[in-house]
């Protein structure tokens, strides 16, 4: 009997060790339910939020807000009607609930321009919302930790139309947009004259109010790109969908240019777009920069001494630069002379190439350098096979073409 008691007793155990895992997992299941239950309907909601926006409706926009954001919100709403917009979305990727009444929710925002994106911009987004009355509404949307903040957050936008590109800008004088439009416009010819690759043939331009609102669209301190007349951005990766680049104009230093420096700018970076899907992780900065200056130069007339000034003052003071420059050499908010020497460097080593190989070498250099799996071997690799020399006669040769240009 004391068996059977025993028995019976762990019997009755397991039945109510049973009988508690199964009633946690009924409480687990009946908590989780309304978390999930949030997050289909705030997917729901933003969802809607982002078709309202896209046809610009206000009134349906305008469901979706808390009443205490509604101003800052349809402040933003009223700023994109003057962005060609064909696309945006909101992808959530994560809602915690923050209260019985509030969520914060993580999500990447995609966006395409009409007629230049093919493929969304993408950014990652926070956006705050709170319960009422069984029906949730959006209280805040900012930028995730580290992601840019965007034009339209900026201020006011005004869009010019050119014929090859695309001009938006904040608290900037309309017919200053429109001389940086003509500019572009010129550009997209004279880049594809040297670079004869498949590329769009137009170029997205984006003009913020000052130094700190282009250090804002690029999620960095403003100050690391003064004195940096442009900048261009774009995805690394080689793909057909791929969003168009944007050129990014720093407005100060880029008024300090006169007309043939504001040309030279958008030229380079004009390149910087044409050549992005053969430019990789194996192209060397000083390939990618100096194929954007030489292509920027084409044409001018102007000289070795006027294009590179700093270079030619340390060739003439004995100091000839031993190598290439390296990648680091090209970081902004350092010594500026520095970072001209290197410019001007990789400048004059592609002039060489175009000048003692051909054109049509120089081109079909740089894209095999980008075709490479990684940098190690790359340079070396094109220079074998396209030009037929090795690294030491082209550093040795680039030493005598300085000292020949600039002496």
Same mark, same amino acid.
């Given at each position: 009997?004391?068996?059977?008691?025993?028995?019976?007793?762990?019997?009755?155990?397991?039945?109510?060790?049973?009988?508690?895992?199964?009633?946690?997992?009924?409480?687990?299941?009946?908590?989780?339910?309304?978390?999930?239950?949030? $997050?289909?309907?705030?997917?729901?909601?933003?969802?809607?939020?982002?078709?309202?926006?896209?046809?610009?409706?206000?009134?349906?926009?305008?469901?979706?807000?808390?009443?205490?954001?509604?101003?800052?919100?349809?402040?933003?709403?009223?700023?994109?009607?003057?962005?060609?917009?064909?696309?945006?979305?909101?992808?959530?990727? #994560?809602?915690?609930?923050?209260?019985?009444?509030?969520?914060?929710?993580?999500?990447?925002?995609?966006?395409?321009?009409?007629?230049?994106?093919?493929?969304?911009?993408?950014?990652?987004?926070?956006?705050?919302?709170?319960?009422?009355?069984?029906?949730?509404?959006?209280?805040?949307?900012?930028?995730?930790?580290?992601?840019?903040?965007?034009?339209?957050?900026?201020?006011?936008?005004?869009? &010019?139309?050119?014929?090859?590109?695309?001009?938006?800008?904040?608290?900037?004088?309309?017919? #200053?947009?429109?001389?940086?439009?003509?500019?572009?416009?010129?550009?997209?010819?004279? &880049?594809?004259?040297?670079?004869? $690759?498949?590329?769009?043939?137009?170029?997205?331009?984006?003009?913020?109010?000052?130094?700190?609102?282009?250090?804002?669209?690029?999620?960095?301190?403003?100050?690391?790109?003064?004195?940096?007349?442009?900048?261009?951005?774009?995805?690394?990766?080689?793909?057909?969908?791929?969003?168009?680049?944007?050129?990014?104009?720093?407005?100060?230093?880029?008024?300090?240019?006169?007309?043939?420096?504001?040309?030279?700018?958008?030229?380079?970076?004009? &390149?910087?777009?044409?050549?992005?899907?053969?430019?990789?992780?194996?192209?060397?900065?000083?390939?990618?920069?100096?194929?954007?200056?030489?292509?920027?130069?084409?044409?001018?007339?102007?000289?070795?001494?006027?294009?590179?000034?700093?270079?030619?003052?340390?060739?003439?003071?004995?100091?000839?630069?031993?190598?290439?420059?390296?990648?680091?050499?090209?970081?902004?908010?350092?010594?500026?002379?520095?970072?001209?020497?290197?410019?001007?460097?990789?400048?004059?080593?592609?002039?060489?190439?175009?000048?003692?190989?051909?054109?049509?070498?120089?081109?079909?250099?740089?894209?095999?350098?980008?075709?490479?799996?990684?940098?190690?071997?790359?340079?070396?690799?094109?220079?074998?096979?396209?030009?037929?020399?090795?690294?030491?006669?082209?550093?040795?040769?680039?030493?005598?073409?300085?000292?020949?240009?600039?002496?």
């Amino acid at each position: 009997m004391a068996g059977q008691g025993s028995g019976a007793r762990r019997t009755a155990a397991a039945c109510l060790l049973a009988l508690l895992l199964v009633l946690t997992g009924l409480v687990g299941c009946t908590a989780a339910r309304p978390a999930d239950t949030a $997050s289909g309907e705030i997917r729901t909601l933003l969802d809607r939020h982002a078709r309202a926006l896209l046809a610009r409706d206000e009134p349906g926009f305008r469901v979706a807000l808390d009443p205490a954001y509604a101003p800052t919100a349809l402040t933003v709403f009223r700023r994109l009607a003057a962005v060609p917009l064909d696309d945006w979305t909101y992808r959530v990727t #994560r809602v915690d609930r923050t209260g019985d009444d509030r969520a914060t929710v993580a999500a990447v925002l995609g966006y395409r321009l009409r007629g230049h994106d093919k493929g969304p911009v993408t950014s990652g987004r926070v956006l705050d919302l709170t319960e009422r009355d069984g029906r949730w509404y959006v209280t805040g949307d900012r930028p995730a930790e580290g992601a840019p903040r965007q034009l339209w957050e900026q201020g006011d936008v005004r869009t &010019v139309q050119g014929a090859r590109s695309l001009v938006l800008g904040v608290d900037q004088d309309p017919q #200053r947009l429109r001389a940086i439009a003509a500019a572009a416009d010129r550009a997209v010819p004279a &880049v594809s004259g040297a670079w004869p $690759s498949e590329w769009a043939r137009k170029v997205v331009v984006l003009v913020p109010g000052s130094l700190d609102a282009m250090g804002g669209l690029l999620g960095a301190p403003g100050a690391s790109y003064r004195g940096i007349a442009a900048v261009t951005t774009g995805e690394t990766e080689r793909r057909a969908d791929a969003p168009a680049d944007r050129v990014i104009v720093n407005p100060d230093a880029y008024g300090f240019l006169g007309e043939f420096g504001r040309q030279l700018v958008l030229t380079h970076e004009t &390149v910087h777009v044409a050549t992005r899907a053969h430019t990789s992780a194996a192209t060397p900065v000083w390939l990618s920069e100096g194929f954007a200056d030489w292509v920027a130069y084409r044409g001018t007339g102007r000289t070795a001494a006027q294009a590179a000034p700093e270079l030619r003052r340390a060739v003439r003071a004995g100091e000839l630069p031993a190598r290439l420059p390296e990648d680091a050499e090209f970081g902004f908010g350092g010594d500026a002379e520095a970072l001209a020497r290197a410019y001007e460097g990789g400048w004059l080593a592609c002039a060489l190439i175009a000048e003692r190989w051909g054109e049509t070498e120089l081109t079909e250099f740089y894209r095999a350098v980008g075709a490479h799996p990684g940098r190690e071997g790359a340079v070396e690799k094109a220079l074998q096979e396209v030009l037929d020399t090795t690294p030491e006669e082209f550093t040795a040769a680039w030493r005598t073409y300085l000292g020949e240009r600039l002496g």
